[in-house]
């Protein structure tokens, strides 16, 4: 047992540490000026941010295998958690942002030549965004046997039909790519039902409706969250990913490394708010003190400290055991950092808030930001409490 | 001891509960596709429902003596908790919503004959909007002592120099008035420091720079959160509030009504996000139950109605003890309804989003905004944690 | 609606305030120097305080109607929480001890003739102490179709078998007549199965095997928690309390009053906590200021106080509902205090332990021994999470 | 980075796993009946276990360098969390109890050879037991400067005057050496003004008075918990650990392993709590299922699961740390488990324990002592509110 980094993360590290107090902090406020007024998709320095970030090798850190850095899931965790510190800019700096990260996964693991050639090519060099439509509005999609989109054969193309909505980056023009999830049978095994297609943007019968809010929240630099009503949408058959009936095996493969990236960059938003914290409440007076010397902000600080520090550890692990013993025997811990991680940060950012005062709300910090982005985390791919549940009954299992 | 409502808050009850029914929750959806694109400021079908309110005689309710309906604060506390059922709607149509209930009973009490006519009359007639501008981006505002904006007599007039931000309602056109707090004497005791002066709209040196956001909501059909900066303002004399050194004599008579106001629409809110709870619940199905037959859930509802039951109560009890024996007396009570309201609700309207799935943090529903409106409220009029050491500092009194 | 106690109220508060200033806190200390040596049963100095009890007119507030003081619920209320400040001394120095008040109110409303001049004229007279034996060892008791006991017609007797535990007061040889719940009719409607018998002590067959602990705790001042074997026990047909199946209706009309008096108590307790917590942390010093100083401290202070407030008006109005519209209309509200109060009761302990150092956990203070006491009642009566899930369908049906 | 334990280790594990499977758990039952009537002191059949325990070679596992086994914190730290899912038994089977492990570490560390030969020998042989007598009753222990007790050198004697409590073990009659904490030089710089000092049992003028409870539990088996008075008790000066003014620094020395120590046997515990309550809950029924399949309890199994997780990494790292950076490096982390792991402990306990319904709380089952267990360590050594302000300063200066 052994808690220090290997040589390759160390030195990433450093790298990443690096372009971020050179490049990524300092372009912040900029960005959130060229924010507002910019619609839907990321502002234009986004651009040379991305170009300071491949001439430094810091490019596409996520991918395991060829395509990518090659990096293990615990060599990149680590990486992910500092890019998480600067949540707007440092994943798409560095083409490491969702969904696009899953969604090359996906194409590099289960594509066939044309859609890698076609896709993940592009995707790979940041020429293009991507999207991902699973959820839909009309059925609890944690269970996926509701999902009620139909994906029918028709010769040699796939008709598509259905609703769906927060599909996040849809709205973004760049984005030319959807996977799609949908039944093709909907008589088979409960897990044989549903497939994949890409599908197009500007395919006909696509309409993208409007960009569902967060608390108030567009999030348009990154091309929000969708809705999408697809109306006999048509694909040829060579846009299905993988097999027939092979959706859901899928979508399991691709949440395992998302969970860890979504975590670890929780976790640096958790570290950024604790240096927000400190900041503010040390250079505050109220009643005769700085708001630091308050007991009960110090509780909120070293709790959040301790929190940070068990989140982190039980992330790194998972990694670990996804490098070493896959996905499925870290089935227990991928849940768990699902369940413990967003509610912990969003507990963490709450006490940031509360310590800046009114500003704390406002778009004067990123604070309320962060905090809507780890409070809909408790909801994405499934509410917490179906992965509970599941995490019980396996706990439950070994009495049975 | 008795638990009933006495017959004129009955009988209000039952007219405002018709009101509702027949105009203002079928409003609601019209309301929300004005409000998308009327810019600051009310909707136009508020002006319909105000109509109707006074015409129904449910007008001006919150005002006790003779310039308004003259209930005591146990008589209109629960007509407060059914406008909260529909906060953006049903307090604006009653001429019941904050901020300028609070500055209605400023000039009532406090305001010369020439205020009273000039801004009181209007107000009251509904035909104009107030704000009240106290919170400082640049100081802990919760130590009133903090506060830096200054009020200085020159001849006849006084001039104000300072910055405000979150002066909720001022982005509104119209919104004609605003109550200003400063110091006028830094050199007086600690509580004679301030004054309290009325700054029309328009008055030279007074700008409206933007609206601060709340969780990504601007609350324009509430005229915003406004960041005001006074340079040289002037105003005369005769716009002093009550006299000098009053300002925080007069803040403190605003805070305990207001509280109560407060408190109650938010246990209107709650009740609501437990009936969208149920109801959302009972009509969706995942791994083969309805939502609600999952035993967390149940947990969840049982917790919100055994907090709203308690929450409403205590808030019912500091009305009666404001009716009965002051502010003063109810001080400890009203400390607590500030601090227990807000976070329980939180909670309550935390569990209806997380039962909603992906749609609860959304504008497809109320209850993301209202969950924004109810955390705002731990720090408004002072984070909770201050309120906290003054109450506790009474309790340990008893034993010193 | 009003908020005060009504004049009989008050003359009663200050008659037992003043007989627990005068005579129940100053024999607290020797009431411990006595238990520890008394073996099962009140130690001796119980008698004078009852003899001053009766002679000061504070006997049997608990029970309405002719038989004892004839308070309304709400009435005897806030007495029972005086007496809950000194939960060991005070309610069996007036004879207002569970479960003998229970098994009184049983008597009084259910009892025949021949059972109340038997049985409740004694209890009523403090001539001996009573017990109620219903949760058992073998099964979830919290659902009463799980009853194993069985009560068997043979002639002109009953036959009783089975295994109870937890039977509080049972191990005092003062106990001399037992509840006892079992099935009269297993093949009967689900509530119609059950009966109560009395059982004499020293009934051949009765077998009270041992003590139960509560965290280490006999309870042996109040009779303990007894185990019991019934084998083949039998008595007369006309110890049957009521008619045969009546069981279950019996034991919920008992349980209403019963739960207003453990949350009175307990309120009682939270009280003296705050008390002993402000008062600790005043007198002792670390790191250079009193701990009462503490921010944290003043936390949980201002959050118990908070919390007492509401939990006291909850119960009240329970109470009110139980007086004004019956057990079956404040059905809600009794499962509220039930789930709300020894929770809220055991963090207010918990937090005044924490205050008072290693000396809170040990018996140099009453709080870990009350402590204890909360903790059982989230078990007691069911388990607070039956009663949730029983809340929570009550709310949903107002939508089904 | 690597999570998986070393070779040592694990052959260590398993043959402990083997130890307690074979030998600790088959005697638990056994333990319970001696232990009623054993009075102060360890069982008979202790003695045959720690025979069994020193022929397997699971003989002071904890303890590195020569005199012990050798491990490195991180090495035995999971012995530890083994031997914790037995406490009563398992650490002192394996002479790894406390407060011997620590005791011996001071003797191995700062012990003269004649301290070594006469006190640390018996104590690695298992032959006599020992106590550290820190806490005083008069005064918040947590602030070492306000230690009371003096040790005044005259001529070849230490003169020990002083009251100490909570001092464990020290009932037993076999614990035949203390370690006194006093104050030697008042007027010294304050974490010089304290020494060590061997006392042993018998010495004239040392008084133990009684043991003191932990929420109903004597601990006599463990040798309860002793408050002595100290009267003019003479040790020659030899009787000095380390040089006069060390006694601060000994203690911090002592505390980093004996919270690793203590943080993994919780984790043990809390492992056989969670394994209690999926067994009981699996075996019991109501309202027609098992109570494993209520969502609630599934909700706390699942809770449990990942708190463990996470305090188990974290302890390890701590172990990690301090075998590789030392006690001061590892000053954050040593601070976060002794926060973070009672309480989480205390929680998993408690939810055990409501899944248990009344016998949770009783002798019947070893969850309520194990609770007791738990709740006190958020005081040992200082409540955790201490070590929090501690823990938030550490953080705050980094942005000073």
Known sequence: MDFAFDSVTEDLRQRLLLFMDECVYPAEHAF??????????????????????????LWNLFLPGDHGA???????????????????????????AAPDTGNMEVLAMFGNDWQRKEWLRPLLDGEIRSAFAMTEPDVASSDATNIATSITRDGNEYVINGRKWFISGAMNPACKIFIVMGKTDPEAPTHRQQSMVLVPRDTPGMEIKRGMHVFGYSDADHGGHAEIVFTDVRVPVDHLIGEEGGGFAIAQARLGPGRIHHCMRLIGMAERAVELMCRRTLSRTAFGKTIAQQGVV????????????????????????????GNQGAHTEIQAIKISTPIAVEWILDKAIQAHGAGGVSQDFPLAGLWAGARSLRLADGPDEVHKRSLAYRELKKYM
């Open 32 to 57: 959130e000026e060229q924010a507002a007024t910019s619609g839907w998709g990321a502002p234009p320095l986004i651009d040379d941010l991305k170009d300071e970030a491949r001439q430094r090798g």
């Open 298 to 325: 110090q509780d909120w600080i070293a709790e959040s400290r301790i929190r940070i520090e068990q989140l982190r550890l039980l992330v790194l692990k998972t990694a670990w055991l996804m490098d070493t013993v």
């Open 70 to 96: 090659g990096l293990t899931n615990l060599q990149y965790a680590p990486l992910a958690e500092i890019m998480g510190r600067s949540p707007h800019l440092a994943p798409v700096a560095t083409n490491c």
